[in-house]
């Protein structure tokens, strides 16, 4: 946790230090009985949480230095997981939640577009990060909305493609998640699916 709180420059929930201490020891006892559990998230938190997933693998030479034992990179990702729970105020199932949400959104995106991301992109960086904070307000339940849409008089014309494929999005997110999004969120959306039209890869 101390080496977290250095790397990521955030503050952290104190209930971490037990949900990491229990996750640890489960961890641990799991890997001697050689029983694996394969994150099935693991790309996603690599992509989503590179820095929180640094400080996982920071952490599994902790672990083996202290207990002599080497855990997978599986459970890298997981430690991840716990860091972007205690840094987001929220837990382990919406988290993971969000990363599934984000995969998906992108792939609406890039088969809409017709488009390869390259991550290395200022573009795409930004859009994940909205991507983060859009997911969290979505199992939050706490959407963005003004009560002036005329700020977006034009978007629609402007940016067609990117806002039919910001509707894609909202109609996936309501049958899935029964959460209507609100015009702000769509347009944010919008802008966001628009520059990344202009940078494919």
Same mark, same amino acid.
């Given at each position: %946790? ?16 037990? &949900?990491?201490?229990?996750? %640890? #020891?489960? +961890? ?6 050689? !029983?694996?559990? #394969? ?21 599994? $030479?902790? !672990? ?9 990179? $599986? ?39 017709? %488009?390869?991301?390259?991550?290395? &992109? !200022? ?8 991507? =983060?904070?859009? +997911?969290?307000?979505?199992? #939050?339940?706490?959407?963005? +909305?003004?009560?002036? $849409?005329? !700020?977006?008089?034009?978007? =629609?014309?402007?940016?067609?493609? &990117?806002?039919?494929? &910001?509707?894609? %999005? ?9 959460? =209507? ?19 494919? =890869?």
């Amino acid at each position: %946790i101390m080496l977290a709180r250095e790397v990521l420059d955030i503050k952290l929930q104190d209930t971490l230090f037990l &949900a990491l201490n229990d996750h %640890i #020891n489960f +961890s641990v006892k799991r890997h001697n009985e050689g !029983i694996k559990i #394969n994150n099935q998230l693991l790309w996603e938190v690599k992509l989503f949480y590179p820095r929180e997933f640094s400080v996982g693998l920071r952490a599994l $030479d902790i !672990i083996e230095e202290k207990l002599q034992v080497r855990l997978p990179e $599986d459970e890298a990702g997981f430690i991840a997981f716990h860091l972007a729970n205690a840094a987001n105020n929220s837990n382990m199932e919406s988290t993971m939640q969000s990363a599934t949400l984000i995969k998906d959104i992108l792939t609406i995106v890039k088969y809409d577009l017709n %488009i390869n991301y390259d991550e290395n &992109a !200022i573009d795409y960086q930004r859009f994940i990060t909205h991507l =983060k904070f859009f +997911s969290l307000r979505l199992f #939050n339940r706490t959407p963005v +909305s003004h009560a002036d $849409d005329s !700020i977006y008089d034009g978007i =629609k014309e402007l940016m067609q493609v &990117a806002y039919a494929c &910001a509707m894609r %999005i909202f109609y996936y997110v309501e049958k899935h998640y029964e959460y =209507k999004l609100t015009t702000d969120e769509i347009m944010f959306l919008t802008i966001h699916i628009n520059r990344l039209s202009h940078h494919p =890869k």
